[in-house]
Each structure stands twice: as structure tokens, then as C-alpha cells.
């Protein structure tokens, strides 16, 4: 598979925010003193499993620590919003977006990242709940927990790079890997997920013009060999 080599554009391509379609906000609770536990433990200890089911506060927790913006600004180099997180991102775009779907009918939650909240989308739940559950069984073999979907903003990434396709999937992983090694640290389960996700796009109202299925991460509750 040949992939252009991606480059700054040197002019930036005009781009605004999505406007997805909220029902309503859920404000969260900014997490307390994180964990004393050291990095050199948490590497040691990172596995892929899958535990027991998981409340949605536990899962907000771990991704204020994983992807939460600790800072943000107007513009930067391609004079686009950036940011700054755990989880790097090409140009501090950060054009990974994150949508959690509990296994339990409820709605799909959008996180954000700037406020710490859960923005429920408007979808037909039941839906949507089956058809990432089909997902999720199909590579994992069991369902527990919250999946979450890696959905990249490829218009984004694309107004400041050409040949931006890598950068989007390199993201990915850098999100991936963040959301994994801060579960393990937080004394979760997470277990990457061997699919892209585009099957979900349509369910949400997201067009596939414009965003793509980039990953997913079964996140559960404390490992079952604890």
C-alpha cells in the first residue's frame, strides 16, 4: 500500500467546527489526585483484557486523564484551533474525536474534551447499541463495558496537511495507546479493538465525507485476575 508522504500546507484550507446533533449535556466531575502507582509499574503491568462492566463516571475519569484538554488556543501554526493533552496529536489539532457507547441502550455521548462533559447525540440508541456490540463481539468474543469509538475529524487534518491520511491514523494510535496505558494506571481494563468503525459513521448522523472510523477500545472495569 503506498501512502503519500504527508506535508504543512502553505495555505491552509478553511475549516469550521462540526455541529453535531446534542439532545443534551451531561457536565462531569473533574477527577481528584490521580494515582500514586509509577509509570515503570504501569508498563510492566499493561495487559489487553476485558473485566467486568464499568460505571460511565470511571470511564469519564479516564479519559479526562487520557485525552482531556489541559490547555487550548485560537490558532496555531496552520491557523487552526490546537490544543494541548496527554495523547499528541499532529500540529496539536487534535482531530480524534471520542464517542462512548455504554452496552446498555443508552444514549451515545460524545466526549468533550475542553469541558469535561458527555454530550448525548441524538441516534436511535437501541441501534447503535447493537450494532457495536455485533462489532465488538465479532473481534473480541465477549461484551462488557463502554466502547469507545475513535472518530477522526478528517477535514481538519486535511486543512493543514496535504496527504494527511497517515497523520490521522498516527493519532489514532497515539489516542489508543494513551487511553490504554492510563486504564492500566487507573486499575481498568481496556482491550484495543481490530476494527476502523466506518459501519458506525451513519448511525451517529456523522458524514463520511468528513469523518472516519479510525478504532475502538473496550473499556471495562478492574481486571478479573486482580
Not at 504543512?8 to 473533574?30: I, K, M, N, S
Not at 499493561?46 to 470511571?58: A, E, F, H, M, Q
Not at 496555531?76 to 496527554?86: C, D, E, H, K
Not at 487534518?157 to 489514532?172: G, K, M, T
Request: net charge neutral; aromatic share 6%; charged share 20%.
Amino acid at each position: 500500500m503506498l501512502i503519500e508522504e504527508p506535508m504543512p500546507r502553505h495555505t491552509p484550507l478553511a475549516w469550521t467546527p462540526h455541529q453535531f446533533d446534542v439532545v443534551t449535556t451531561e457536565v462531569l466531575t473533574r477527577p481528584g489526585p490521580p494515582s500514586s502507582r509509577t509509570f515503570a509499574d504501569v508498563i510492566e503491568k499493561r495487559r489487553s483484557t476485558v473485566g467486568d462492566p464499568i460505571k460511565l463516571s470511571l470511564v469519564a475519569e479516564l479519559l479526562w486523564h487520557a485525552v482531556g484538554w489541559k490547555g487550548h488556543a485560537p490558532s496555531g501554526r496552520a491557523g487552526l484551533p490546537i490544543a494541548w493533552s496527554a495523547s499528541p496529536s499532529s500540529g496539536g489539532l487534535q482531530s480524534i474525536n471520542i464517542v462512548c457507547i455504554p452496552d446498555d441502550s443508552s444514549a451515545p455521548r460524545l466526549y468533550d474534551p475542553v469541558n469535561h462533559a458527555f454530550l448525548l447525540l441524538r441516534a436511535n440508541d437501541e441501534r447503535v447499541c447493537l450494532e457495536n456490540r455485533r462489532a465488538v463481539l465479532s473481534v473480541t468474543g465477549q461484551q462488557s463495558g463502554c466502547t469507545l469509538r475513535l472518530i477522526g475529524d478528517r477535514s481538519k487534518i486535511s486543512a493543514a496537511y496535504e496527504n494527511a491520511q497517515s497523520l490521522l491514523l498516527r493519532d489514532a494510535g497515539a489516542v489508543l495507546a494513551t487511553i490504554c496505558l492510563c486504564a492500566e494506571w487507573l486499575g481498568l481494563s481496556a482491550c484495543p479493538l481490530g476494527f476502523l468503525g466506518d459501519a458506525m459513521l451513519p448511525l451517529l448522523a456523522l458524514p463520511g465525507e468528513r469523518f472516519q472510523g479510525v478504532g475502538g477500545i473496550l473499556i471495562s472495569g478492574a481486571k478479573r485476575d486482580r
